[in-house]
């Protein structure tokens, strides 16, 4: 499931200081002058989307994530290279290369280290 900005904005702050009260993430952002209720009422909106729950003291509420970063990110990148690269990794790794964003020698350095990770017994 896809985030609109604000919601992914609200998680990768979750996904930093969690688990973590409304307060701490206004305390965490960079615009620290916005609404509390404009933070909960996103953070609500995440709760039932299924990617944060919480724990509550009273009327306090403290939120975990229950969807990881890693998790999120695989999903978001897979259906990055199903929409625009018709699925296929490699044309994605293409472009890069053909846009100049990774050249081939730290291309070529990147998969002799996760050759090297694979073949690590520890």
Known sequence: MKLTKAEEEIM???WEIEPCLVA??????DAPNTPHST???IVRILERK???SHKAYGRTHEYF?????EE???NRLKKF?????????????SFLVREKEIDLD???????????????PS
Do not use: C, H, R
Not at 24 to 29: G, N, P, T, V
Not at 65 to 69: E, I, Q, R, Y
Not at 81 to 93: A, E, H, M, N
């Open 106 to 120: 730290e291309l070529n350095q990147y998969l002799e280290q996760m050759d090297d990770d694979q073949n690590d």
């Open 39 to 41: 933070i909960s009422s």
């Open 65 to 69: 994530t229950l969807v990881s970063k």
């Open 81 to 93: 290279v199903t929409d625009y690269f018709d699925g296929s990794p490699k044309q994605l790794v």
């Open 72 to 74: 999120y990110s695989k």
């Open 24 to 29: 701490d993430m206004i305390a965490y952002m």
């Open 50 to 52: 299924g990617f944060v």
């Open 12 to 14: 990768q702050i979750i």
